[in-house]
């Protein structure tokens, strides 16, 4: 009798979409997360965000920046995100406190999470939103 592939059995890590515009913040972030164990996605902007949602399999939770540049901000790529895959995770970052008030944006269950924020912050909220993701499937 063949045995199973002993990788086959582990379950595939969560996926984090990371959308930062600022390269030194978003290598960094990145490099955190996938030391945690997550398979990690780069975006600089929603464009480009929304262009590998096209093209993965899934992705569990999306981790972005609400200022950026381009014709979408954070709010407006979680706004696209939320009608197109609900299931999807949303973590909101800013390090201005004009955009803290998701609320405002139609975004009232999407946590902001302010600049600068502690690593272990960070991680305890991404391991809480992928675990409410596992939840729901």
């Given at each position: 009798?063949p045995v199973a592939n002993?990788?086959?059995?582990?379950?595939?890590?969560?996926?984090?979409?990371?959308?930062?515009?600022?390269?030194?913040?978003?290598?960094?972030?990145?490099?955190?997360?996938?030391?945690?164990g997550y398979t990690v996605?780069?975006?600089?902007?929603?464009?480009?965000?929304?262009?590998?949602?096209?093209?993965?399999?899934?992705?569990?939770?999306?981790?972005?920046?609400?200022?950026?540049?381009?014709?979408?901000?954070?709010?407006?790529?979680?706004?696209?995100?939320?009608?197109?895959?609900?299931?999807?995770?949303?973590?909101?970052?800013?390090?201005?406190?004009?955009?803290?008030?998701?609320e405002d944006s139609g975004?009232?269950?999407?946590?902001?999470?302010?600049?600068?924020?502690?690593?272990?912050?960070?991680?305890?909220?991404?391991?809480?939103?992928?675990?409410?993701?596992?939840?729901?499937?």
């Amino acid at each position: 009798m063949p045995v199973a592939n002993a990788s086959a059995l582990q379950p595939e890590p969560p996926t984090i979409l990371m959308v930062e515009d600022e390269p030194v913040l978003l290598e960094t972030i990145a490099e955190c997360l996938r030391d945690w164990g997550y398979t990690v996605l780069e975006a600089p902007n929603a464009t480009e965000a929304i262009a590998q949602l096209a093209t993965v399999e899934h992705v569990d939770l999306i981790f972005s920046d609400i200022r950026m540049p381009g014709r979408m901000d954070g709010f407006a790529l979680a706004r696209w995100v939320r009608a197109r895959h609900p299931e999807i995770r949303i973590l909101l970052t800013t390090g201005y406190e004009g955009q803290s008030r998701p609320e405002d944006s139609g975004l009232s269950d999407a946590p902001i999470l302010r600049k600068p924020y502690e690593l272990g912050v960070l991680r305890t909220r991404v391991a809480d939103l992928v675990m409410l993701r596992s939840a729901r499937s």
